[in-house]
């Protein structure tokens, strides 16, 4: 099967002004002096948390940590299995964290992870996602900041790859498969 990229779903200037709710969003919760520890998800939540981070306010204690999971091999459907190849450099204990992940699907990924890093007792865990496919859930997730909800349908660009390809890009567009 091969695939080619679609029409865009979301464009890069909309990608922005939800990015900027967002943090706003984020930064009025979370108060500016507390402290948060914002974990991004490796590959695809990088591009988003960059963006995310850089629109928090200059005085809000933020650190960075990621995390590199795996639920997908080089197929566009679940495999279910959650493997860790890169754990955070620095303890959540005691922490207020924010996960910040480029989709939610089936959920799977997210709620694996939600419960490894709640055994590390951090002081509060949000969660944040740029999509949401909510049509595909086979878990609940509670999402606490979430950009968009879209369709059953594959999605790449900005930091989301088909088979590695087309994280690059800097509008979401959907895949068509041949
Ligand atoms: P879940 O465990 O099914 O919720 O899957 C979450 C992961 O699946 C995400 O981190 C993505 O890597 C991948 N994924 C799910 N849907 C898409 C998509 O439309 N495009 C690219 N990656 C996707």
Same mark, same amino acid.
């Given at each position: 099967?091969?695939?080619? #990229?679609?029409?865009?779903? #979301?464009?890069?200037?909309?990608?922005?002004?939800? +990015?900027?709710?967002?943090?706003?969003?984020?930064?009025?919760?979370?108060?500016?002096?507390?402290?948060?520890?914002?974990?991004?998800?490796?590959?695809?939540?990088?591009?988003?948390?960059? $963006?995310?981070?850089?629109?928090?306010?200059?005085?809000?204690?933020?650190? +960075? $940590?990621?995390?590199?999971?795996?639920?997908?091999?080089?197929?566009?459907?679940?495999?279910? +299995?959650?493997?860790?190849?890169?754990?955070?450099?620095?303890?959540?204990?005691?922490?207020?964290?924010?996960?910040?992940? $480029?989709?939610?699907?089936?959920?799977?990924? #997210?709620?694996?992870?939600?419960?490894?890093?709640?055994? /590390?007792?951090?002081?509060?865990?949000?969660?944040?996602?740029?999509?949401?496919?909510?049509?595909? /859930?086979?878990?609940? +997730?509670?999402?606490?900041?979430?950009?968009?909800?879209?369709?059953?349908?594959?999605?790449?660009?900005?930091?989301?790859?088909?088979?590695?390809?087309?994280?690059? #890009?800097?509008?979401?567009?959907?895949?068509?498969?041949?």
């Amino acid at each position: 099967m091969s695939y080619k #990229l679609g029409e865009v779903i #979301l464009s890069r200037e909309t990608i922005a002004r939800r +990015v900027r709710e967002m943090a706003e969003e984020i930064a009025n919760d979370n108060g500016r002096d507390k402290g948060l520890v914002v974990v991004g998800i490796l590959t695809g939540a990088a591009f988003f948390l960059t $963006d995310l981070v850089r629109e928090m306010p200059e005085d809000m204690d933020v650190r +960075v $940590d990621f995390m590199s999971v795996a639920s997908y091999g080089d197929s566009t459907t679940s495999s279910g +299995v959650v493997r860790i190849f890169h754990d955070l450099k620095s303890s959540i204990e005691g922490k207020n964290v924010l996960v910040v992940e $480029d989709i939610v699907d089936s959920g799977l990924t #997210l709620s694996h992870l939600i419960d490894l890093l709640n055994g /590390r007792n951090p002081a509060s865990l949000k969660v944040c996602v740029l999509l949401d496919k909510y049509e595909r /859930r086979k878990t609940e +997730v509670k999402v606490d900041y979430c950009g968009f909800r879209i369709p059953d349908k594959f999605v790449v660009g900005y930091g989301l790859d088909c088979a590695g390809m087309w994280r690059h #890009l800097k509008d979401i567009k959907y895949v068509i498969e041949e």
